[in-house]
């Protein structure tokens, strides 16, 4: 593990003893149960939330920001703490490949991080798969509440990019134990038990949260919960421990914590209550980043996690790079995986001030939230700095508070200084953070505010089974809940073709779906699926093992 430092002397950073801190061998520790309510009172830290522009198959390093930013005000002298998702198997083998950061900012022990670490998605993976389990079998038995099997909605979960498992049938052969039905398979990151790992802000409401899950509903149309079935009690019991943050390092030794992974395209996007809450109580300045595109994950950080948790961010980082506002011109088609076009590598000042309408729309959609926001450009290596200057100049003229150029991939803490000293100052500035729309909001109004005030739309189009599905939750008292929409994370629409600042568009709502121990409504638009696939060339076929151990191709 070369330089990493023990995990003891990790938590000793950060005032903690070694009863704060279980240790999972050398380098990865759990926090203690409670220990969120057990630190002294202070005044929290600094909350900053990093986020971006719509992703492009080039890669912003949006996680590679977030860690070198928190490295590069540890240098300075501030107590810092980045916490982050756990990457999922899906992505790890399929496109992206691993989630640690890289270079000279990344996670340590990245290999394990990015692959069994603590054990916290398999315990989600298996109690998601129990409740199905237990759930199916309540019904073949004709327990009570008798359920109407056609409205079973609770499918299965697996934590790899398995797309023969989306759509299939399950209690073949006339089993006592199974009725005969249509279902599927989502990731484990889309699971409605991850988001709720990721909200709940200790172990009762964590059981809270899990009891109130809905699966079905009963013959009369009344919903039928997890603890209607019985199951509550051992779902607990596979998820006692994965409540608890996951204690890390970065690669130069300043504490990060690493805890739960919901997909932001498809769920909410972002790390735990639980670890902010802890880390605020913990560190002057609070590094956490959200998934994907501020449409995505930063949206859902702020109308969905900041009312969980309560804390009220400082400021926001929207990443970018020269050759992703490039890309967003629309000129340069290519896949995930696939080569550079070397077009996109050279100077072109005319592309990148058309493809840098998607950096002025992210802007003003973050302009809603009344907090200062910062750009910051992630240098590569064929960057020009009349590029560059002209990113500083549009950003500015867009709205930004502050622009800084990072090399954090390159030069770690060193390359993400003029960063970390803006950051400071953004958090100096005077912020006056509010939702974006009010809780009592219809829950059509809320959609509609968010594809028009966040997404640039001009509304939404609502189906009639997703029509349907609202009226339903509204009956059952659920319209106060705020939203999530599920839709891709490569466009601000629904249709990843539609590059830059797509306009006069409707945002088609298929399906809604009721998450009611998360503690939201989340509406399906588009083509979005709940389980991808892999690609052409995924990156599992460079992944190996040498003969010492050691984990390559990650």
């Known amino acids: 593990m070369g330089d990493a430092i023990p995990i003891h002397q990790i938590a000793a950073q950060l005032g903690l003893s070694t009863n704060d801190v279980e240790p999972i061998g050398w380098y990865k520790g759990k926090l203690a149960a409670g220990l969120s309510q057990r630190l002294p009172e202070r005044n929290p830290g600094k909350y ?121 049938i399950t209690g073949l052969d006339n089993v006592p134990q199974a009725p005969l039905r249509e279902t599927g398979f989502d990731l484990t990151a889309a699971s409605e038990i991850m988001a709720i790992l990721a909200l709940a802000d200790s172990l009762p409401d964590l059981r809270n949260r899990v009891g109130r899950i809905i699966v ?25 421990d994965a409540i608890r943050p996951n204690l890390v390092q970065t690669c130069e030794g300043t504490p990060a914590i690493v805890h739960a992974g919901p997909f932001a395209n498809i769920a909410h996007g972002n790390s735990s209550v639980l ?48 050759r992703a506002l490039k890309y967003h011109c629309g000129k340069f088609p290519m896949r995930p995986g696939e080569s550079i076009p070397e077009e996109l590598l050279v100077e072109n000042l005319e592309d990148l001030r058309t493809g ?29 700095d009349r ?66 005030e966040v997404y640039g739309g001009d509304g939404i189009e609502l189906l009639p089974l997703a029509k349907r599905r609202i009226e339903q939750f509204e009956r059952w008292g659920f319209k106060d809940l705020p939203v999530c929409i599920a839709k891709t994370q490569y466009s601000l629409s629904h249709d990843p073709k539609l590059l830059g600042r797509p306009r006069g568009f409707r945002l088609p709502i298929r399906d809604c779906r009721l998450a009611a121990g998360a503690g939201y409504l989340y509406a399906l638009a588009g083509e979005i699926s709940t389980l991808p696939g892999l690609p052409r060339e995924p990156a599992a076929l460079r992944i190996d ?3 010492d151990g050691t984990i390559v191709g990650i």
């Open 48 to 168: 900053i939330g990093v986020t971006a522009i719509n992703p492009t198959p080039l890669g912003e390093g949006k996680t590679v920001i977030a860690i070198g930013l928190a490295m590069a005000l540890a240098r300075g002298g501030r107590k810092s703490i980045v916490t982050l998702r756990q990457p999922s198997q899906g992505p790890v083998f399929g496109v992206k490949g691993g989630g640690a950061g890289g270079g000279a900012a990344s996670l340590v022990p990245a290999d394990e991080i990015n692959l069994h670490f603590t054990g916290d998605i398999h315990a989600v993976t298996s109690a998601h798969n129990l409740l199905a389990a237990m759930l199916d079998n309540h019904v073949s038995r004709g327990r009570t509440p008798v359920i109407n099997p056609s409205t079973m909605t609770w499918r299965r979960v697996i934590d790899l990019n398995d797309k023969g498992l989306a759509h299939v």
């Open 216 to 240: 079905a509903e009963t013959k009369t149309g009344e919903p039928v919960c997890a603890n209607d079935i019985g199951a509550t009690g051992a779902m607990m019991a596979l998820l006692r």
């Open 275 to 322: 670890a902010d809450l802890t880390a605020v109580q913990l560190a002057d300045f609070v590094v956490t980043e959200s998934g994907f595109g501020s449409d995505c994950g930063a949206e859902k950080f702020f109308n969905i996690k900041c009312r969980s948790s309560g804390l009220r961010p400082n400021a926001e980082v929207v990443v970018c790079t020269v």
């Open 356 to 384: 840098s309408v998607n950096l002025q729309a992210h802007l003003a959609a973050l302009q809603n939230f009344g907090i200062p926001i910062v750009v910051a450009l992630n240098r590569f290596p064929a960057d020009t």
């Open 387 to 452: 590029e560059i200057e002209l990113v500083r100049q549009l950003s500015m003229d867009y709205g930004a508070n502050a622009f800084a150029v990072a090399e954090s991939f390159k030069y770690g803490s060193k390359g993400t200084m003029e960063l970390a000293q803006a950051v400071e100052k953004a958090c100096e500035q005077p912020a006056s953070f509010d939702y974006l729309y009010p809780p009592n909001l219809p829950v059509v109004d809320k959609l509609e505010t968010i594809v028009r």
């Open 545 to 547: 093992v040498k003969d």
